[in-house]
């Protein structure tokens, strides 16, 4: 259970940081929201006694306020490796 935990944690973590990649303020509000309710109902889901729409509704609200208060400066990672 501890090992589930800790792995839907990081994947967590991992999903809140790329969250709020949009071009636009509406972008990374959406994709915020969007990435966060999906990672919160997934927590939701493995932790005892909050359940996946509570979890959903936070990790939502979460990812789109990320989304929101962020700007592309702040995300810039660069051209892709494809270009």
Known sequence: ??????AT???LTALLALS???NT???RALTGGAI???SGAAMGAVLPGIGPA?????????GVA??????KDQID???PIYR
Not at 54 to 62: L, W
Not at 66 to 71: D, K, R
């Open 77 to 79: 990672i660069g051209d």
């Open 9 to 11: 944690g990081l994947s």
């Open 54 to 62: 509570v979890g959903a509704a936070i990790g939502g609200g979460v």
């Open 25 to 27: 303020w509406g972008d």
């Open 36 to 38: 966060g309710a999906a």
């Open 1 to 6: 259970m501890v090992s589930k935990v800790v």
């Open 20 to 22: 709020a990649c949009g």
């Open 66 to 71: 990320t989304g929101a208060l962020t700007t």
